[in-house]
C-alpha cells in the first residue's frame, strides 16, 4: 500500500513540477526518461527472459531511421512512421531471434550475436547513400507542428517522454502477472526444466523480443524528433545498446522500477561529472563503467534488488 | 579486378590475420581457464599500444623492443586485474561476470581517453615504411614482423601451455575444472595466472601493430571483435583453432575490403561470425565448447 502512495505520489511530482524546472534540469530530466524507457524495453528481454541483448541499438537504429525516411521522402507524419518503425523493429527482432533461439545460442552467444546484427545494420547504415550514409540525416523545419512530432520547446517533447516511460512500465507490471511474464521467468531460471514443464521457450522467447525490440524502436524515433538529427554511430552503435542494459542492470534487471531508477541515478550522475570536469570527454562513460563493476560486485540484483532485501530483512 | 589486387589483398590479408590469431589466442586461453568472455581484451591491447607509444616518443625505445617490457607489465596487471575484479564474481551469474569485463572495458578505454584524449597518434621508427616486392604483391615489412612475431609469440603460447608445469595445470582447468582441484592445483592462482597470459599475449600484439597502425582509445574494440569472430570459427577455448582462424578472419576482411565498396568490408566479417555462431558454434576446426 505504502509502495503504492509513494508511486502515485512520484508520478505527481513528475507531471507538475517540470514546467517550473530550468532549461538545464529539463534536458536532464528528458535524458533519465528517455534512458529509462530504453532501459525498460531492454529489461522485458533481458531482465525477464533472461536474454541479454548487446544489440538494442539495432532496433532503436530502425526506429530512428523507420520514421525520418518516411518523414522526409512521403512527408509522413513521425507519429506514424514510429509505428511503422516499431513494427519494423519487431519483425528484425522476430529475424534475429528465431535465428539465435532456433540454433539454440544462449548466455554470452545471443550476447555476440546481437552485437553482431547491429553492427551490421550500422556498417549498412553507413554505406548506403540513400540513408545518408555516415552524415546521417536532418529533420529539417523546427518551427512547431505537434501533428508532425515537432514542438517549439523541451517541454512538450518531455511529456511525450514521460507518457512512453510510464508506458513501458505499466506494460512491464501488466507482463510481470501473465502467463507470457511467469514463463518467462521459467526460462530465465532454467530453460531446460522450463521446457520439460511444458513451456514453449521459442515462442515465448519470441514474443518478448518482439515487445522489447518494438519498444525500442519507438525511443528511437523519439531520439530523432527530439534532436533532429541522426547518424548510424549515435543510432545503430553499441554506445545505444549499453545505455540500455546499463539503466536496467544497475536499477534492477527484471524488476519493474528497475530500469528508471538506473536512469535517475546513472544520467545526473554522468551530467554532474561532465560540469564539474569541463573539456574532458570520457569521464561520464568511466563513471558508467565503474559503477557497472561495482553494482555487480556488490548488488548483483541492482539496487532494487537492495531495496527488496533490505526491506525483507 | 585484377589478379595483381586480389594477391595483394591475400598477402596483407594473410599478414594482419597471424595478429587476429594472436589476439584471439589469449581472448581463447582466458575463456577456456576463466569461462568468460573477456570484452576487455581489446582495451588492454590499446593500454600496451599506448605504452609503446610512450616508451617510443619519450625515451625513443624501438617499438618491438619494448615487447621485452610491456609483456611481463600486461602479464603483471592482468593478473592484477583478474584478482581484484573477476576473481571476486567468481560465482557471479554468467551474464553478470560478461557485464563486469563490460564494465572493465568501459573503464579502461574512457580513461585513455580522459588522459590522452581521442587524437590519433603513431610511432614511426625508421623501418616504418620498409618494403619489398613479393611477386606482383607488396609486403611492408613492419607487417612482415608483426605477423612473424604474433606467431612465433602464439607458439611459445602452446609451447607454454604443452611442456611447462603450469601450463599443464592451466590445460588441467580448462578441461576438468573440479578434477584439477582435485588434483591439488592451487585453482586460484591458476586463473590469475591464465588471465595473465592472455593479456600479455594481447599486450605483445599491440606492440607489434603500432608501427603500422595507429594509437587510439577505441582502437582495441575492432581488434576485440574480430577476436571474438576469430575465437568463435576456431571454437571456443581452442588455441590451435585460434590461430588458423586469424588467418582465415584476416583473409576474409582483406579479400571483402579489395571486392566491396566503402567500410563494407566489415559486413563479410560480421556476417561470417554469425553464420558460424550459429550454424557450428564448437567452431569450424571443432573441438570448442559450443553454446
Known amino acids: 500500500m505504502a509502495a503504492e502512495v509513494v508511486a502515485s505520489l512520484a508520478v505527481g511530482i513528475l507531471v507538475v513540477a517540470p514546467p517550473f524546472l530550468p532549461p538545464y534540469f529539463l534536458e536532464i530530466l528528458i535524458s533519465v526518461m528517455l534512458f529509462g524507457y530504453l532501459g525498460a524495453a531492454w529489461n522485458i528481454l533481458g531482465g525477464y527472459a533472461g536474454q541479454f541483448s548487446f544489440g538494442h541499438a539495432a532496433y532503436f537504429g530502425i526506429g530512428a531511421y523507420t520514421s525520418t525516411l518516411l518523414f522526409l521522402t512521403l512527408g509522413l507524419t513521425p507519429w506514424l512512421g514510429m509505428l511503422a518503425g516499431g513494427v519494423l523493429a519487431a519483425v528484425f527482432g522476430l529475424f534475429a531471434g528465431y535465428l539465435s533461439f532456433r540454433y539454440g545460442l544462449r548466455g554470452p552467444y545471443f550476447s555476440l550475436v546481437t552485437l553482431a546484427f547491429a553492427e551490421m545494420l550500422r556498417v549498412v547504415a553507413v554505406n548506403t547513400k540513400a540513408v545518408g550514409s555516415s552524415l546521417g540525416l536532418v529533420i529539417p523545419n523546427r518551427e512547431s507542428a505537434p501533428l508532425n512530432f515537432v514542438f517549439a520547446g523541451k517541454l512538450p517533447y518531455y511529456y511525450v517522454i514521460l507518457a512512453m516511460a510510464l508506458a513501458a512500465l505499466w506494460i512491464t507490471r501488466r507482463l510481470e502477472r501473465s502467463k507470457l511474464g511467469y514463463s518467462l521467468l521459467a526460462i530465465r531460471e532454467n530453460e531446460d526444466a522450463a521446457e520439460a514443464a511444458g513451456v514453449d521457450s521459442l515462442g515465448m522467447k519470441l514474443r518478448a523480443m518482439a515487445l522489447s525490440s518494438f519498444l525500442t524502436a519507438l525511443g528511437g524515433t523519439f531520439y530523432a524528433q527530439y534532436f533532429a538529427y541522426i547518424d548510424p554511430t549515435i543510432t545503430f552503435g553499441p554506445a545505444v545498446s549499453i545505455q540500455g542494459l546499463l539503466q536496467a542492470i544497475v536499477g534492477g534487471a527484471g524488476t519493474v522500477l528497475g530500469p528508471v531508477i538506473g536512469a535517475f541515478v546513472l544520467t545526473p550522475m554522468s551530467e554532474l561529472s561532465r560540469a564539474a570536469l569541463r573539456g574532458r570527454a570520457g569521464v561520464d562513460v568511466m563513471l558508467y563503467g565503474l559503477v557497472l563493476i561495482l553494482v555487480i560486485s556488490f548488488l548483483p540484483n541492482g539496487l532494487m534488488g537492495w531495496v527488496r532485501r533490505r526491506r525483507r530483512a | ?291
Not at chain 2, 117 to 126: A, I, K, L, S
Not at chain 2, 192 to 205: I, Q, R
Not at chain 2, 250 to 277: C, D, M, N
Request: with cysteine; proline share 4%.
Open chain 2, 1 to 291: 579486378m585484377t589478379a595483381d589486387l586480389l594477391l595483394q589483398a591475400v598477402v596483407s590479408g594473410l599478414l594482419l590475420g597471424g595478429v587476429y590469431g594472436l589476439v584471439a589466442s589469449g581472448l581463447s586461453l582466458i575463456f577456456g581457464v576463466l569461462r568468460i568472455i573477456n570484452f576487455a581484451h581489446g582495451a588492454v591491447m590499446m593500454l600496451a599500444m599506448y605504452t609503446t607509444y610512450w616508451l617510443f616518443t619519450l625515451l625513443k625505445v624501438d617499438p618491438y623492443l619494448s615487447i621485452l617490457v610491456t609483456g611481463p607489465a600486461f602479464f603483471v596487471l592482468g593478473m592484477i586485474i583478474q584478482r581484484l575484479v573477476i576473481e571476486p564474481n567468481r560465482f557471479a551469474a554468467e551474464h553478470n561476470q560478461l557485464m563486469l569485463t563490460l564494465g572493465l572495458a568501459l573503464v579502461l578505454e574512457n580513461l585513455a581517453l580522459v588522459l590522452w584524449q581521442g587524437d590519433f597518434r603513431t610511432v614511426r621508427p625508421p623501418y616504418a615504411s620498409a618494403s619489398f616486392m613479393l611477386g606482383e604483391a607488396l609486403v611492408e615489412v613492419p607487417r612482415l614482423v608483426a605477423c612473424g612475431g604474433a606467431v612465433v609469440m602464439a607458439l611459445a603460447l602452446f609451447a607454454f601451455l604443452r611442456l611447462t608445469d603450469v601450463g599443464k595445470a592451466i590445460r588441467a582447468l580448462a578441461e576438468e575444472p573440479e578434477g584439477a582441484m582435485l588434483m591439488g592445483i592451487d585453482v586460484r592462482r591458476i586463473r590469475a595466472v591464465a588471465f595473465g597470459v592472455g593479456s600479455g599475449c594481447v599486450a605483445v600484439a599491440g606492440a607489434l601493430v603500432t608501427p603500422f597502425f595507429y594509437v587510439a582509445p577505441d582502437v582495441g574494440e575492432s581488434f576485440n571483435i574480430m577476436a571474438f569472430v576469430v575465437v568463435v570459427l576456431g571454437g571456443m577455448g581452442n588455441f590451435v583453432g585460434a590461430l588458423l582462424s586469424g588467418f582465415i578472419v584476416g583473409l576474409a576482411e582483406s579479400l571483402g575490403a579489395t571486392l566491396l565498396p566503402g567500410s563494407l568490408k566489415q559486413l563479410v566479417v560480421f556476417a561470417l561470425f554469425v553464420l558460424v555462431l550459429l550454424f557450428r558454434p564448437a567452431g569450424l576446426v571443432g573441438g570448442g565448447r559450443g553454446r
